[in-house]
């Protein structure tokens, strides 16, 4: 048996903390026991510590949090991040189609891959919920080098069979495709697959079926897709679509709602909708940065709440704008307050960690920091620099974490833990 002891302030928020009076665990002076890259004890150190007297402990200087888990994020996209000039549809066609033709080749799928997982780890996430191009070459590279770092990350090739012509499958290739990827990447290490197709427009109705279909053939995969984003975007699937209710239906309509249903945005959804989602369990991957830097508007959380929707938290670059969640969750709060709702800063985290890893159906592995749970977690520094220093100087715990999430970026982010190792390190690089 090999332990290792960790001594620092701990923090996490597992459950929503609007509903949970005990949701936010906050250990000033905290230890935390990771054994096999599991956590197997957590609690305040004097308390814990005669438990495990005489092992060396790790002492870190700042505040552990859950790793990140981003809902929402597209890794052929990173080297698109700030493109200028467009909103949702010409930018698609303008710079990012063109970018993800490249990942026909993989060598280049497999060069970004590691780029990006290297990105996510820097700015503290250790799993994802991520959209690859339509090429299966493009899941296995993601696949291969998330393997490599033991990180959890979901994805599954993109189905888009009306999509430009060199990004373009057909119904059965696509469905063919999927099961083999499936078959080649189910039970291996931290992975999960998500049958992606890219949107209602990129689809024909038959592929539609065919993503239905896979979805009832594997009970153990997501559904990820995009909804409601833009209003160009909704404007033009009600063309394609006149029967259907709304946008939501038109993916009902192929069995695409359910509880493993991760749709990334829904700005613009009718009330109708938003009961749907709830009923079925079905959540949104809420992504405020790519939202303002799009035009696309902002997030209701005022109408989520009132529906009680399943939220979780996207960087969704490359139109977002940063990797940091940190940073989404201050951007989050910018969003939440132009509709006149408050977004606390522990309700932030949540939807960052716990939030995000419940819309994954990973929230028993990881997003707490709870005992039974894998050990991903990040080191924040909260005077990682002079203004952030300045800010948090003697503040309380809501003031500190409120001030990293507006002021801070991957530089807040001093160590990144993936099973209780350490795989970002700020000094090291």
Known sequence: ??????????????????????????????????????????????????R??????????????????DAHVHYPQMDRIASHGEQLLDWLERHIFPAEMAFA??????????????ELLRNGTTSALVFPTVHPGSVDALFAAALDRRMRIVSGKVLMDLGPKDLRDTPEGARADSEELIHRWRGRGRLGYAVTPRFALTS??????????????HPDVLLHTHLAENKYECAAVAERFPHAHD???????????????????????????????????AGIAVCPTSNLFLGSGFFDFGQADAHRLRLGLGSDIGAGTSFSLLHTAGVAYQAALAREVRLDPF????????????????????????????????????????????????????????????????????????????????GIG
Request: with cysteine; net charge negative; hydrophobic share 45%.
């Open 1 to 50: 048996m090999t332990l290792r002891l960790f001594r620092a302030e701990l923090l996490s928020v597992a459950t929503d903390p609007r509903d949970d009076p005990e949701a936010i665990r906050h250990e000033p002076d905290g230890l935390l026991v990771v054994e096999d890259g599991l956590v197997v004890a957590r609690g305040d150190h004097a308390t814990l510590a005669p």
């Open 52 to 69: 495990y007297a005489g092992l060396p402990v790790e002492r870190l200087a700042g505040i552990v949090v859950p790793g990140f888990v």
């Open 105 to 118: 080749d993989p060598v280049h799928a497999a060069s970004v891959a590691d780029a990006f997982l290297t």
């Open 204 to 217: 024909s109705d038959e592929q539609l079926r065919q993503a239905g279909a896979l979805l009832d053939a």
């Open 247 to 281: 946008y939501l239906d038109v993916y009902d309509r192929f069995g695409l709602v359910g509880p493993r249903s991760v749709f990334a945005h829904g700005i613009h959804l009718p009330d109708r909708s938003c009961a749907r989602l709830a009923a079925a369990g």
């Open 347 to 426: 309700r932030a985290l949540y939807l960052a960690t716990g939030g995000s890893a419940a819309l994954l159906g990973i929230a028993d592995r990881v997003g707490g920091l709870l005992p039974g749970q894998e050990a991903d977690f990040v080191l924040l520094d909260d005077a990682a620099t002079p203004l952030l220093a300045r800010r948090t100087a003697g503040a309380d715990l809501a003031t500190r974490l409120f001030a990293m999430q507006v002021l801070g970026d991957d530089r807040t982010v001093r160590r990144t833990y993936v099973m209780g190792e350490c795989a970002w390190d700020r």
